[in-house]
């Protein structure tokens, strides 16, 4: 079983509309999850971070947690073309952090 | 000036080849990692470093040999690799290992190309 899971895609969504992200993971002593967005051939950078269960919001992101459920979701509000990228979940407990591998997210103008 | 950088940004190299790739953090951070990422694959962490001491090396092969002088410096020094080693090798640091809310922030990667 992979620690992080997550659909590779590709989910495509019209401009404006909203992306839903949704990333699983298997270890219940998690304490800290993070969204990253990829673009190709460049490195991942750090959307958005959540600790505690519940919505928080930046912006256009919302990063959604349910610890009891193990699940992890990303949503992005009015999506743009520039928001098309992959969209890595990691997750960590102490020193081990985990990445999935990844939703490649298209937004069709 | 981003605050992880990484050189080279490319590299090309044959199997019987030495080489090295640097990483520099300008974030005052204490812990620096290694992870390899292959197409269609997650991130592999391969080497965690905190305050200069190795704490973490997932099953890497011996081929692939990390250094950290200090803090701010790490290196990856590549030897005798194989065509499946190439990859995009990205280098990453946090603030320190025990603190939940840690994040990592990674610099723009080295393209390796083993022929």
């Known amino acids: 079983q992979k620690e992080v899971e997550q659909n590779s895609g590709p989910l495509s969504v019209p401009e404006g509309a909203i992306a839903s992200l949704n990333c699983t993971y298997s270890?219940?002593?998690?304490?800290?999850f993070f969204w990253y967005r990829q673009y190709s051939g460049k490195s991942p950078e750090l959307i958005m971070s959540i600790y505690s269960n519940g919505d928080k919001e930046d912006g256009r992101f919302t990063a959604q947690l349910n610890k009891a459920s193990q699940y992890v979701s990303l949503l992005i509000r009015d999506s743009q073309p520039s928001d098309s990228a992959t969209y890595l979940c990691?997750?960590?407990?102490?020193?081990?952090?985990?990445f999935g591998s990844g939703t490649k997210l298209n937004v069709k103008p | 000036e981003t605050g992880v950088t990484q050189t080279p940004r490319h590299l090309v190299m044959g199997m019987t080849n030495k080489k090295s790739l640097k990483c520099e953090q300008h974030l005052g951070h204490n812990a620096m990692y290694w992870y390899k990422q292959s197409a269609k694959k997650p991130l592999e962490l391969m080497f965690v470093?905190?305050?200069?001491?190795?704490?973490e090396n997932n099953s890497v092969p011996s081929r692939f040999s990390p250094e950290c002088p200090n803090s701010s410096h790490l290196f990856l020094h590549l030897h005798t690799l194989q065509p499946e080693d190439s990859a995009l090798y990205l280098c990453a640091s946090s603030q320190d290992l025990s603190s939940p809310g840690n994040t990592i922030y990674f610099g723009e990667g080295s393209w390796l190309t083993v022929v």
């Open positions: 470093y905190s305050l200069e001491e190795r704490v």
């Open positions: 270890d219940r002593g998690s304490q800290s």
């Open positions: 990691a997750v960590r407990n102490f020193n081990k952090f985990y």
